[in-house]
């Protein structure tokens, strides 16, 4: 078993892929205890063998048709109109369209990578410095797999066997208060340095918002149809990719057969990357459990207290540390074996703790040194490294906050779901 995890860390230091690493470190595993060669394929077959993960393909590509097809860029004009008039408008605007756009992708890249793309542009325009709007960019898009729909969460329902629409709607209140949370340290930084603000106009409002309306209601339909039950998520992806097509073609006209065949190249690459990730990890959790490692780490963690609030917290910091350096859904896949017996002797909601987790994994992308999401936003906006890591450093503060009101107070996640979701 040494050699097992050795080789799975020199793998992660020389800086391949996390999914080559898993998976080779695993098929390692299986023939040094020399187990069936079939059981290789046959768990990583098992692991994406699941109707909820057709959603995530399906997911990818209504993000990546939405900002290929310029919805974004009317998401982005009505929140300006909305909320440019407080202090620090555009980082305001940043924020909100962040949070309707995660109504729509549930992907944190694909925020990043697409509508921050359109903010930042604007905010470094109106005099916004680059490592402020990098650092709103980047927090901003960690709403995306909290607010529902949520790629994490559809991984973590399949896994752990829980409602994912339960997720979705536990994952509402969480992503309002980061988006509340992150617009309150913006409104700081703008009376601080003077920050421009757009004038408010009410006619300029209700124009952008009958612009904008066909890609603003998109969110509400995806709700409205877990909470009615007229649809699964799986259906519901179908149905964001369905209405971002007609809208992209037929209503707005912004997108051309090269595009839409970019979108499909690059939805599918996406995809693949994320569902070999989870094979992999698959038969990895296989090998763990098999050998009874899973179990000494759970009794690991349960021995350090009996304190179900200290528990929680250890937890917290493992998840946050490892999401600095992983895939979510290599964690989810690898950890939920280890710490669903933890969460289930302790009596917790597994929906408050799926929502908890996909948190802490959200903040560690965002989290010096190895967040994904840095990575994306200095790719795009040409931004060095280090002034990133230094600028998001106070945007992980109200972060923070909300991940510990989620973790002690369950009803903060649960109120929703139980309310609507039968």
């Not at 609030?309 to 493992?318: D, R």
Request: charged share 10%.
């Amino acid at each position: 078993m040494a050699v097992f995890f050795i080789t799975f860390f020199i793998l992660l230091l020389i800086g391949v892929p996390i999914s080559i690493s898993i998976g080779a470190s695993a098929v390692l595993g299986c023939i040094i205890l020399d187990y069936p060669l079939m059981v290789i394929g046959q768990k990583m077959v098992t692991g994406i063998d699941s109707y909820l993960l057709i959603a995530i393909p399906l997911f990818v590509l209504a993000g990546n048709l939405m900002n290929a097809g310029k919805i974004t860029d009317k998401i982005f004009s009505f929140a300006r109109e909305l909320v440019g008039w407080i202090p620090g408008g555009l980082g305001h605007a940043n924020i909100v369209a962040s949070i309707i756009f995660a109504g729509m992708s549930g992907s944190a890249a694909a925020d990043a990578g697409g509508l921050g793309t359109i903010e930042m542009e604007a905010m470094t325009k109106n005099g916004y410095s680059d490592d402020f709007s990098g650092a709103v960019t980047a927090a901003s898009s960690v709403i995306g797999p909290i607010f529902p729909p949520s790629i994490p969460l559809i991984i973590y329902g399949a896994t752990a066997s829980v409602s994912v629409a339960k997720l979705f709607m536990g994952g509402v209140v969480p992503g309002l208060l980061m988006g509340a949370a992150l617009m309150v340290l913006v409104f700081i930084f703008a009376v601080k340095y003077d920050f421009e603000r757009h004038p408010f106009n009410l006619g300029a409002l209700f124009h952008k918002f009958v612009d904008s309306i066909l890609s603003l209601i998109t969110p509400l339909i995806i709700l409205a149809g877990f909470t009615t039950g007229w649809f699964t998520p799986t259906e519901a992806s179908s149905i964001a990719v369905a209405y971002s097509l007609v809208i992209s073609l037929i209503v707005y006209r912004t997108m051309d057969w090269k595009t839409f065949k970019k979108c499909l190249l690059d939805s599918a690459l996406t995809s693949a990357n994320t569902l070999f990730i989870i094979g992999t990890s698959t038969l990895f959790t296989y090998v763990l459990v098999k050998e009874g490692i899973s179990r000494v780490i759970a009794d690991t963690i349960l021995g350090l207290s009996s304190n179900p609030a200290v528990i929680l917290l250890i937890i917290n910091i493992i998840l946050l540390i490892l999401g600095m350096f992983m895939e979510p859904g290599a964690i989810l896949t690898l950890m939920l074996p280890v710490l669903l017996p933890i969460v289930n002797g302790l009596n917790l909601d597994l929906v408050h703790f799926g929502v908890v987790m996909v948190l802490n994994l959200m903040i560690g992308q965002v989290t010096p040194p190895f967040g994904v999401c840095l990575f994306i936003i200095s790719d795009v906006a040409k931004i060095k490294l280090d002034k990133l890591y230094r600028s998001i450093l106070p945007f992980l503060i109200p972060l923070i906050v909300v991940l510990l009101m989620c973790t002690y107070i369950p009803g903060i996640i649960t109120w929703l779901p139980n309310l609507l979701v039968k």
